[in-house]
């Protein structure tokens, strides 16, 4: 099945269009998810760091998604990686 993740902020720097599209099966978790797009962003040598996907959030339009969560039906998420600021 193909996911759809909506990257923000550094993230935004693997594509251009500000989207990736990652075939994982229907069922997976947010935590085997995160596992195909570090696995994509080394395939393709995207200018992305591992370690920010790892700190980085997944969410659906509604909520903030934990790793041990089913993907949704839709296939659809976005990726949030952390923030500072002061």
Do not use: N, W, Y
């Not at 990736?20 to 995160?34: F, H, K, S, W």
């Not at 596992?35 to 395939?43: G, K, N, P, Q, T």
């Not at 995207?46 to 903030?64: K, M």
């Amino acid at each position: 099945m193909k996911h759809t993740i909506t990257l923000h902020g550094a993230l935004r720097e693997a594509d251009p269009s500000g989207v990736i599209e990652l075939d994982a099966p229907a069922a997976c978790t947010v935590a085997e998810l995160r596992d195909a797009l570090i696995a994509h962003v080394r395939e393709h040598a995207l200018p992305v760091s591992e370690g920010v996907i790892q700190r980085s959030a997944f969410a659906t339009a509604d909520a903030i998604m934990h790793d041990h969560q089913r993907i949704p039906d839709d296939g659809e998420l976005a990726i949030l990686p952390p923030v500072s600021g002061g």
